[in-house]
Nanobody, 122 residues
């Protein structure tokens, strides 16, 4: 699976964005998908994940209520709608695919996208 993330940008605190991740290659619907992020000088961390049919999701506590993950298997795309952005949300956001199901762990990710930068100004 090849993953291409896009939709990042510079926004003011309180603003919103929708990140997208387009998949190509193997059967997209067979994978759980997720988003991770990495801020400068920090380790990559879990943000959100969604199972193969979109019926189950999981979020990091820091983004619950502000971020929503969804997927459209007909378009081979996973989305991350982000609202009420905070400066601490500034990071490169990576989409990820896992054949093993929902995962919060980078070690269980099988495929990574290239990342899209989100910068939140105060």
């Amino acid at each position: 699976v090849q993953l291409q993330a896009y939709g990042g940008g510079l926004v003011q605190a309180g603003g919103s964005l929708r990140l997208s991740c387009a998949a190509s290659g193997r059967t997209f619907s067979g994978y759980a998908m997720g988003w991770f992020r990495q801020a400068p000088g920090k380790e990559r961390e879990f943000v959100a994940t969604i199972n193969w049919n979109g019926h189950t999701t999981d979020y990091a506590d820091s983004v619950k209520g502000r971020f929503t993950i969804s997927r459209d298997n007909t378009k081979n795309t996973v989305y991350l709608q982000v609202i009420s952005l905070k400066p601490e949300d500034t990071a490169v956001y990576y989409c990820a695919g896992s054949i093993r199901g929902l995962t919060r762990t980078t070690n269980l990710v099988d495929y990574w996208g290239q990342g899209t930068l989100v910068t939140v100004s105060s």
